[in-house]
C-alpha cells in the first residue's frame, strides 16, 4: 500500500499544540490591505466534559504587511539562535499561521508595538529592529509587562508605553544625530570670591628658571 505525501508540520517556534499552551498566533491575512496580526492566546488542556474547546484569544497587534516582510527574517534569526543553544528545534515562518511560544511572542510585540504605525519610515524600522536586538531578553520580556498592562490592545496602537516604545527602540537615524560640542544650554554660575582660598606660599631661595631675566642676567664683576 502506497503512502500518501507526509503532512508537514505546522509552523511554530517552540509551540507544539496552540490549543493547550499559552502562547502567541502569528497570522498573515491576504489581498491588497494584507496585515500582520498577532494575538495572544490562552490554551489549555480541556477537560474530560468537552468534546471540543476553543481557547480565548486577545488581538494584541496589526500591522501592515510591508513591515512585517522587514522584521521576520531577524526575528526568526534571534529566536532559532536561542532555540539551537539550548538544543530544540528550530522554527519558522508560516504562509498563514505560526504559533510561538509565550516568551518568545512577548518579545516580538515589543519591536512590532514600536514600528506599527504608517508613519514610521523605513529608517527607523531598521534602526528600531538593531536597537531591540541589542536588548536582552528580560529586558523585552518588561518592556512587555509594562506596555500591555496599559496598552496592549491593537486599537491602541501609539498610545501610552506603545508611543514610548516607538521613542525608545526608534532613536538613532540620521535626523537623531548630534555631537555633544552643539548641546546647548550649557554654562556656569556667576563666579563668586572663595573667602577660604589660601595664596600658596613659594619657597624661600628657589627662582623660576622661566624668568627671562634669570636666564640672563649679567654676570657681577669679581672684587
Not at 508537514?8 to 496552540?18: G, K, L, T, Y
Not at 536582552?136 to 496598552?151: Q, S
Amino acid at each position: 500500500m502506497a503512502l500518501g505525501p507526509a503532512t508537514p508540520a505546522p509552523a511554530s517556534f517552540d509551540c507544539a499544540d496552540i490549543y493547550q499552551e499559552h502562547g502567541f498566533l502569528v497570522r498573515l491575512t491576504k489581498g491588497r490591505d494584507a496585515k500582520v496580526q498577532v494575538f495572544e492566546v490562552f490554551g489549555r488542556p480541556p477537560t474530560e466534559r468537552e468534546p471540543q474547546w476553543a481557547p480565548e484569544t486577545i488581538m494584541r497587534c496589526e500591522a501592515a504587511r510591508e513591515v512585517w516582510d522587514v522584521v521576520s527574517p531577524e526575528a526568526r534569526a534571534e529566536f532559532n539562535r536561542r532555540l539551537k543553544a539550548e538544543n530544540r528545534p528550530s522554527g519558522r515562518w508560516g504562509a498563514d499561521e505560526t504559533a510561538v511560544q509565550r516568551l518568545f511572542g512577548k518579545e516580538l510585540l515589543v519591536l512590532l508595538w514600536a514600528i506599527e504605525l504608517p508613519d514610521v519610515k523605513p529608517e527607523e524600522v531598521g534602526v528600531a529592529i538593531r536597537n531591540w536586538l541589542g536588548l536582552k531578553p528580560e529586558e523585552r520580556w518588561w518592556l512587555y509587562t509594562m506596555t500591555a498592562a496599559g496598552t496592549g490592545l491593537a486599537h491602541q496602537a501609539g498610545m501610552g508605553w506603545r508611543g514610548a516604545l516607538r521613542q525608545a527602540l526608534c532613536f538613532g537615524t540620521r535626523h537623531d544625530a548630534f555631537h555633544l560640542g552643539a548641546v546647548t544650554g550649557r554654562g556656569t554660575l556667576e563666579p563668586r570670591v572663595n573667602a577660604q582660598y589660601v595664596q600658596p606660599k613659594r619657597k624661600p631661595g628657589r627662582k623660576k628658571t622661566d624668568d627671562p631675566g634669570f636666564l640672563f642676567a649679567p654676570a657681577l664683576p669679581a672684587e
